[in-house]
């Protein structure tokens, strides 16, 4: 008819509409055959729709990762030896206004059948585990914080300003003292007294800053929270343990890791688990940018660009690692320093740390890929890298001023 043909990379192949209670599963078979039944989501309702692709001889499944509801399925089907692929839900949208479940399993199952869609990067069994119990004590110590600024809320309710002496309130000397206006302490010179280490050169300011209204409903306050951040602690301790065990064969990387600046242990080990010990899934360094979201987007019509803002990626490694960034650049001899000033004079902060955060995904990538250490290249990189052309700047700008410049 005039058409284009495309050129068909499955003979049988299968789409499956993922939802939390049903599943959609359509099969091509042959060029023009196909078949559509519906699933539960029970154990047992999955291995009836393995057994039925079974018996089909199914050459590759696809769904679209749906919330949570993709994982018992894909696990399901990675015992049962099925090939599946999860898809980027953006990269599979059907034609406006068609939108039925079972239309949604025939448009994904006809995207596969063509090979019209990329498979997203679904790491092993293992390195999955280990991302759920990183992604989850990082959650615990996000709600930890929140409940220390509710205990700050607390203070300055009932005038107390510890926080302004204090640099840190859930430090040894905070907690003691908290505990000791818990238990029914309002002296502030009793209290001050609590103060452990440096925190007893600031005696006087302590008790300045304690002296203030307290009564039973902030001390009834303060040790619900108080009880809170300890159970989370007491978590995030016995976390931190089992994290230990399933990094035990990444000691070497988490070392590699570790003497990049910026990047502590409880960094690398977030790290590897969103990332993984392997760089072979990635085609190369600007791919593996690409998948984290920190290059700029490219949105270009009639010639001109419509957008430069970073894409959408694993939001879990651009968090990591615009926090090692902002930790990387309070080292004035290390290159991310130099780095971060010479992109924050011209495009500022905001960009300059993003772009800090795209070099140090560039140094974990050679990293793990050759398994060979950092090399620092100094916060003297630019000038003697430029050296010529760092010259001819600095007396270009003299010129401006009116200054007559004379190079010997």
């Given at each position: 008819y005039g058409g284009v043909v495309m050129e068909i990379l499955y003979k049988r192949c299968c789409g499956i509409d993922v939802h939390k209670n049903m599943l959609i599963a359509c099969v091509f078979m042959g060029v023009r055959k196909k078949e559509i039944r519906q699933f539960g989501t029970m154990t047992d309702d999955i291995l009836q729709l393995t057994?039925?692709?079974?018996?089909?001889?199914?050459?590759?499944?696809?769904?679209?990762?749906?919330?949570?509801?993709?994982?018992?399925?894909?696990?399901?089907?990675?015992?049962?030896?099925?090939?599946?692929?999860?898809?980027?839900?953006?990269?599979?949208?059907?034609?406006?206004?068609?939108?039925?479940?079972?239309?949604?399993?025939?448009?994904?199952?006809d995207l596969v059948r063509h090979g019209l869609v990329k498979a997203s990067f679904i790491p092993?069994?293992?390195?999955?585990?280990?991302?759920?119990?990183?992604?989850?004590?990082?959650?615990?110590?996000?709600?930890?914080?929140?409940?220390?600024?509710?205990?700050?809320?607390?203070?300055?309710?009932?005038?107390?300003?510890?926080?302004?002496?204090?640099?840190?309130?859930?430090?040894?000397?905070?907690?003691a003292i908290l505990r000791a206006i818990v238990s029914g302490e309002t002296d502030p010179v009793i209290l001050s007294k609590f103060a452990k280490g440096k925190a007893k050169n600031k005696l006087a300011e302590l008790q300045r800053a304690l002296k203030g209204s307290i009564h039973p409903h902030q001390q009834l306050m303060l040790k619900h929270q108080l009880?809170?951040?300890?159970?989370?602690?007491?978590?995030?301790?016995?976390?931190?343990?089992?994290?230990?065990?399933?990094?035990e064969s990444m000691k070497k990387q988490i070392q590699l890791l570790d003497e990049i600046p910026g990047i502590g242990r409880k960094s690398a080990e977030r790290l590897l688990a969103e990332i993984g010990t392997e760089m072979e899934q990635f085609k190369n360094q600007s791919h593996?940018?690409?998948?984290?979201?920190?290059?700029?987007?490219?949105?270009?019509?009639?010639?001109?660009?419509?957008?430069?803002?970073?894409?959408?990626?694993?939001?879990?490694?651009?968090?990591?690692?615009?926090?090692?960034?902002?930790?990387?650049i309070r080292n004035k001899k290390s290159y991310f320093y130099s780095r971060y000033q010479r992109i924050a004079a011209r495009r500022g902060g905001n960009r300059a740390l993003i772009a800090v955060a795209h070099s140090m995904l560039t140094a974990i990538y050679h990293v793990l890929k050759?398994?060979?250490?950092?090399?620092?290249?100094?916060?003297?990189?630019?000038?003697?890298?430029?050296?010529?052309?760092?010259?001819?700047?600095?007396?270009?700008?003299?010129?401006?001023?009116?200054?007559?410049?004379?190079?010997?």
């Open positions: 057994k039925w692709l079974n018996e089909v001889d199914c050459e590759m499944a696809a769904m679209e990762s749906t919330g949570n509801y993709w994982k018992p399925v894909y696990n399901i089907f990675e015992d049962e030896e099925i090939p599946i692929m999860i898809v980027n839900a953006q990269h599979i949208k059907g034609v406006p206004g068609r939108k039925t479940d079972v239309k949604d399993a025939e448009w994904i199952a092993n069994r293992e390195q999955r585990e280990l991302r759920e119990i990183t992604r989850y004590r990082q959650e615990l110590i996000e709600e930890r914080a929140r409940e220390l600024n509710r205990i700050q809320g607390v203070l300055e309710g009932c005038n107390l300003k510890l926080g302004s002496v204090l640099t840190d309130i859930s430090g040894k000397s905070g907690i009880e809170h951040i300890e159970t989370l602690s007491r978590i995030i301790e016995d976390l931190d343990s089992d994290i230990d065990e399933k990094t593996f940018s690409s998948w984290a979201g920190l290059v700029p987007e490219c949105k270009e019509s009639a010639g001109k660009k419509m957008s430069t803002r970073i894409r959408k990626g694993n939001k879990h490694v651009k968090s990591v690692l615009v926090e090692c960034a902002r930790s990387a050759d398994l060979q250490p950092y090399k620092e290249l100094g916060c003297d990189y630019y000038s003697t890298y430029n050296r010529e052309k760092s010259i001819q700047r600095n007396i270009r700008s003299l010129e401006r001023m009116g200054v007559t410049v004379v190079i010997k």
